[in-house]
């Protein structure tokens, strides 16, 4: 499949999306298809992700990963729990390539805040993405404490809120309108549930989201009839009940 008809299959005729989409995941071969189609504009990854892939060596595991991406923004997270060496390797994963962001938690696992850090690299010119945002709090101190040149994000778990019960769209808007000021602040929908989460997250005025490879997938059935894809669904369950065997 070629760029443009994955472009095709995207807008189906209708306005495109505004919010850039990013995969998020630790699979190479993920990686270099997502790369080669052009689909995002750029990858994610977390050390959950990279050890649910069986990687037994992060730094050959980045390596790999820079080489697959096409030199588009990709992002590796610190693996400490303590400020000082938190910095210390934001600066050693900075320096592995120019489209790297350092991904720091909000706190830390004692709930100590970050921002002291994060203040200090992206004056520095480092491109952080602060991750596991999910207060307003939290947004307020990150866009206080960012330096306004370089590219940041701030990756709000919007999947996480949603499961505590509570909708993420209002929050997500008010993020967006807390980070304006500073336009190199971009707001990341992340830990999303489903496909519609990137339709909310365009209206909402953010400005990426994360997909995995499965939910990236699935934006090809935007518009998609929805009689023919009843009669998809029937089709899919006749069929697989004749290649189970079963009878009545």
Not at 9 to 22: D, E, H, R
Request: a negative charge; hydrophobic letters at 45%; aromatic letters at 6%.
């Amino acid at each position: 499949m070629t760029r443009t008809q994955v472009e095709e299959q995207l807008t189906f005729g209708v306005a495109p999306l505004k919010v850039s989409m990013f995969l998020d995941g630790a699979d190479l071969d993920d990686m270099r298809q997502a790369a080669k189609l052009g689909v995002v504009e750029g990858f994610t990854t977390n050390p959950s992700l990279v050890a649910k892939a069986g990687v037994l060596d992060y730094r050959a595991f980045a390596a790999e990963a820079l080489s697959c991406v096409n030199g588009a923004p990709i992002a590796f997270e610190v693996l400490a729990d303590d400020l000082p060496t938190m910095a210390a390797q934001a600066r050693e994963i900075a320096s592995w390539g120019p489209n790297v962001s350092v991904k720091v938690p909000v706190t830390t696992t004692t709930g100590e805040s970050t921002m002291e850090i994060v203040s200090e690299l992206t004056a520095d010119g480092l491109s952080i993405n602060i991750t596991a945002v999910m207060t307003l709090d939290q947004v307020i101190g990150v866009a206080q404490s960012v330096h306004p040149d370089p590219i940041t994000f701030v990756s709000i778990f919007a999947g996480r809120i949603a499961d505590t019960g509570r909708d993420p769209c209002g929050f997500m808007k008010e993020a967006v309108e807390i980070c304006r000021d500073k336009p190199n602040l971009r707001v990341l929908w992340a830990s999303p549930r489903e496909v519609l989460n990137v339709y909310q997250a365009d209206e909402c005025g953010v400005h990426v989201i994360v997909l995995t490879a499965e939910l990236l997938s699935k934006l090809a059935l935007r518009n998609k009839d929805l009689e023919e894809f009843s009669r998809d669904t029937v089709s899919m369950f006749y069929n697989d009940a004749l290649r189970a065997g079963y009878t009545l």
